[in-house]
């Protein structure tokens, strides 16, 4: 049971509230109402088997980085609580999983899977090459909209890349301030980050930058999707949570980045969610 904790801890289920609901809103935009009952699990199956196998891929591949840090080597596999070949067997199972699900929705998503597992592959090395590490995160995640909409209609239309571009900036934007906590971390070993490239004050802006790309895409979506009162609602609850965030985490004052970071961004998702399915069905 002690390992089953420390595999739930690890891959800190909670956070798949991030990508969920944006996944969820796709389905919904693409269905323009609900979609089948079994196109619905099938997607949830797939978004949980993604997100899972990336986390383990990520704490796999980080946990020498990750026992250097003094931030996280506490971390499950940075002191190897867990088996490295059993994290390795998860990642393919979940992974398994993940094309099983596509395979059960349409034969495109099939196809698609594997761009999925790369791009998902890709990230857990970017901070070794490039301080665009943040956005290339977000892209990961921005495509759960995009694969959500494929599920539903078998097509692959331009659509729903608009609300994926949301979630990617929105994605790269806390991601930037959370980075900030390791700027001398990073500095001293050689990894990038735009924190570590620009400095505290630097990663600030480029964040708040990020932000208000997701806020402009949001309400080009709405545009785009024809939606309509309700859903402006939300994203304007959605950039009041989002300028919060930054008037709480300024340069010198990152003692409420974890806050900032994964508490209250659990919520932009949920609000454009809720927000989405009023105005979908009133």
């Given amino acids: ?91 393919f199972i979940f992974f398994a999983l993940l094309f099983y699900s596509a395979a059960q929705l349409n034969p495109l998503c099939l196809k698609l899977a594997p761009l999925a597992v790369v791009v998902l592959w890709l990230y857990s090395y970017t901070k070794r090459f490039t301080w665009w590490c943040h956005l290339i995160l977000g892209m990961a995640i921005g495509i759960g909209p995009v694969g959500a909409w494929i599920a539903v209609t078998g097509t692959f239309d331009w659509e729903p890349f608009v609300l994926g571009m949301a979630v990617a900036c929105w994605i790269a934007g806390f991601d930037t301030m959370y980075a900030c906590q390791d700027i001398e971390f990073d500095r001293e070993h050689n990894l990038y980050s735009i924190p570590s490239r620009f400095g505290e004050k630097g990663a600030l802006v480029f964040s708040a930058v990020f932000h208000f790309f997701t806020v402009l895409f949001l309400i080009l979506n709405g545009l785009i999707m024809g939606l309509d009162y309700w859903y402006y609602t939300g994203v304007s609850f959605a950039a009041v949570v989002l300028i919060y965030e930054h008037w709480i985490v300024r340069p ?27 105005d979908i069905f009133l």
């Fill in 1 to 91: 049971m002690s390992k089953v904790k420390d595999f739930l801890n690890m891959v800190d289920f909670g956070h798949t509230l991030f990508g969920l609901p944006f996944a969820y809103l796709g389905a919904f935009l693409a269905a323009g109402g609900l979609p089948t009952l079994e196109q619905f699990a099938w997607i949830t199956v797939a978004m949980v088997s993604a997100r899972t196998s990336a986390l383990c891929l990520n704490r796999l591949i980080d946990r020498r980085i990750d026992r250097a840090n003094p931030r996280t080597s506490d971390w499950v596999m940075a002191e190897e609580r867990l088996p490295v070949k059993g994290v390795w067997f998860a990642v």
């Fill in 252 to 278: 010198g004052e990152l003692g409420r980045v974890n806050f900032a970071s994964f508490k209250i961004n659990h919520y932009v998702g949920l609000i454009i969610f809720a927000a989405s399915l009023l």
